[in-house]
């Protein structure tokens, strides 16, 4: 029993339930991901049936993908603030998981370098604190705003090569629709996360 994510807001649940759900949202992700290396890589709000007392029960588990450990060990590497600022591991990094191929010519790579940094940035900055608001619009507003600006982008338009691994595309969908659902929610959530996913300055103050 339960409610899909539209209907349960309808309820007009209080934000500690809402942050409590969106907790539980989390949790399960940050288990698979992290703990399982597999993941329910369907997160629509149709899968999800949300409770008056903040639980919260899961369907259809049709698409679980593995994640492989090579994806996993490159695709996450570059969650650590500390990555950012290695440049060759950065590179090493993006021709792993494809994002960069051989056949770039340098203003190509150069572009789609800056380009993927700055979407890690982006799309990475939840996992930077201990506690993200994702009911925070300005946040949502400048995911879609740089969406928007990749689409004005000639050389992405015009380009004829499919950039990033398969396994990718279904992590960032994964991380797309958990983010998608968390800021419907407007919930508060603790952003647990492995020790290896944080800076060396974060782990000397913890």
Request: aromatic share 14%; proline share 4%; net charge negative.
């Amino acid at each position: 029993d339960g409610f899909h994510l539209k209907d349960f807001l309808q309820t007009n649940p209080s934000q500690e339930v809402r942050n409590r759900i969106g907790q539980l949202l989390w949790d399960f992700y940050d288990h698979q991901v992290h703990t399982l290396r597999q993941v329910h890589a369907d997160p629509h709000p149709g899968n999800f049936l949300m409770r008056a007392d903040g639980t919260m029960g899961v369907i259809d588990f049709g698409c679980v993908k593995v994640i492989p450990d090579y994806f996993y060990d490159n695709y996450f590497t570059l969650i650590n603030p500390d990555t950012l600022d290695d440049d060759p591991l950065i590179e090493k990094i993006f021709y792993n998981l494809e994002f960069l191929v051989k056949e770039d010519k340098p203003s190509e790579k150069a572009l789609f370098k800056d380009l993927f940094k700055q979407m890690i940035v982006m799309l990475g900055k939840p996992f930077t604190v201990d506690e993200f608001d994702f009911g925070d619009h300005t946040y949502f507003d400048s995911v879609y705003a740089f969406a928007d600006e990749l689409a004005k982008v000639e050389e992405i338009r015009n380009s004829k090569v499919a950039r990033g691994s398969k396994d990718g595309l279904y992590i960032n969908r994964t991380y797309f629709g958990l983010y998608s659902m968390l800021n419907e929610l407007g919930a508060k959530v603790k952003t647990t996360r492995p020790d290896w996913l944080r800076s060396k300055k974060e782990l000397a103050f913890a």
